[in-house]
């Protein structure tokens, strides 16, 4: 975390919890002088999964293609400077405090909440640092996320979306869709990644009611993935593209999505020999990451693995094991898992279950986090292979025995946040 004076400043002024309104957003900006009128051109992501490794893909192959690239995520794994890149760096500690604490005094202890709060400070930050564009993750759903005050972006961006956050977003498919969609603008280009049917009729529907014009995969454009990499193929582009410096195929998917939004960026040209570098170089942490050297590292041989990975929903299971059948050549593996109590292990657990020899539930230090037992009690309704073994640290020990190859800790980004921590781990 950055120094503890720069969240502090927080502690009397944020009474409001999540709640998905634009009002307060829009009154904070107003009286901040609106700063995301003045802030460089945007492309705005939003969608269940893969909404990270994106931006992360794109920022690559814009910073390898020359441009200055501003880059609002969320969350953050160790500590929150993470959610925010100025032109390729993270943001420090000290402007952290000086943006945090403009914009509290300018809201005047009205309520707020800490996403709105800590969005206008990023906004504030972009407008007044130079960089040629801003890459803005959604932080939950669409249409009434604070992030969507953006009136232009430059592109959308809208990821794969699938049932998360029901209680916030509403229930089913169609619904959820329905607030992502919220980040179409009239007249915007949008990207569309590969959808679900139900999905894809959703978005479809919502850009002719506002003229917002679609690159949907299958239709404009679509990739298709070989030993050496994957052909991409566009109304206006072709591009053989390498094997991405992020692993399992998912990732190859999300590569294609940024090649695609690159066809729509005509004011950001970037080389076919930019576009190679930045898919290979792209770093995203904790998505399906092998641990370096580090504490918890030695409570394992050397010849054993230890991987992070953030993924807590049923995509993200489907995408984690294509993961492990593709990087582990049918190894046995062992699963220690950590997650909240809004999300359902059970629909998680199902697409791992035939890789995965034990799996070891632990307490998710986080607020709302299931406790070990009550994620043991879900995961063996689910058919899994449990064994309790109490801290994460003895998980991994006990994991780690019989010289098992590769070991994997999913369910969480707040639990891939705290491995990566306690392993010493750099994020920048």
């Known amino acids: 975390m950055p120094s503890h004076s720069v969240l502090e400043i927080f502690d009397e002024t944020l009474p409001v919890s999540i709640d998905l309104n634009l009002a307060r957003m829009a009154r904070l900006l107003r009286a901040l002088g609106s700063p995301q009128r003045y802030m460089p051109p945007a492309v705005h992501v939003a969608g269940t999964n893969g909404k990270g490794s994106v931006i992360s893909f794109l920022r690559s192959m814009l910073e390898e293609g020359g441009y200055k690239v501003h880059v609002y995520t969320s969350p953050h794994l160790v500590r929150y400077n993470e959610r925010i890149r100025l032109g390729g760096r993270l943001i420090e500690d000290e402007e952290l405090q000086r943006f945090l604490k403009i914009c509290t005094r300018v809201n005047q202890g009205r309520p707020i909440t800490f996403f709105e709060i800590t969005t206008a400070a990023a906004f504030l930050a972009f407008s007044q640092t130079p960089a040629d564009i801003c890459l803005i993750e959604t932080g939950l759903g669409g249409r009434l996320d604070a992030t969507n005050l953006i009136k232009w972006p430059e592109v959308s961006i809208l990821t794969p979306i699938s049932i998360d956050h029901e209680f916030y977003l509403g229930q089913g498919i169609k619904r959820i869709a329905k607030e992502k969609a919220g980040i179409l603008k009239r007249g915007r280009p949008a990207i569309v990644s590969k959808q679900r049917p139900e999905s894809s009729r959703v978005l479809e529907r919502a850009a002719r009611k506002i003229g ?7 239709c404009e454009w679509q990739v298709s993935h070989r030993k050496f990499g994957s052909v991409f193929q566009s109304l206006s582009s072709r591009r053989l593209l390498p094997l991405p410096g992020l692993l399992g195929l998912h990732q190859r998917d999300n590569a294609a999505v940024a090649v695609a939004a690159l066809d729509l960026l005509d004011r950001f040209p970037v080389s076919a020999s930019a576009v190679r570098q930045g898919i290979c170089r792209a770093k995203w942490p904790a998505r399906f990451q092998v641990l370096g050297p580090g504490s918890l590292k030695k409570l394992v041989g050397q010849s054993t693995n230890i991987w992070v990975d953030g993924g807590h929903n049923a995509s993200a299971g489907e995408a984690l094991a294509d993961a492990i059948r593709l990087n582990f050549g049918g190894d046995p593996v062992r699963i220690i898992l950590g997650m909240l109590q809004t999300k359902s292990p059970a629909e998680f657990i199902a697409p791992l279950l035939p890789c995965v020899e034990k799996v070891y539930p632990i307490t ?8 070990e037992a009550a994620l043991a009690t879900q995961l063996r309704e689910a058919g899994a292979p449990v064994l309790c073994s109490g801290s994460l640290e003895a ?25 990566l921590s306690m392993n010493g781990e750099l994020i920048g």
């Open 364 to 371: 998710l230090d986080a607020e709302a986090g299931l406790t």
């Open 395 to 419: 998980a991994v020990q006990h994991a780690g025995a019989e010289g098992v190859k590769n070991i994997v800790v999913c369910g969480s980004l707040y639990l891939a946040g705290q491995v």
């Open 212 to 218: 917002a014009p679609l690159w949907r995969y299958g």
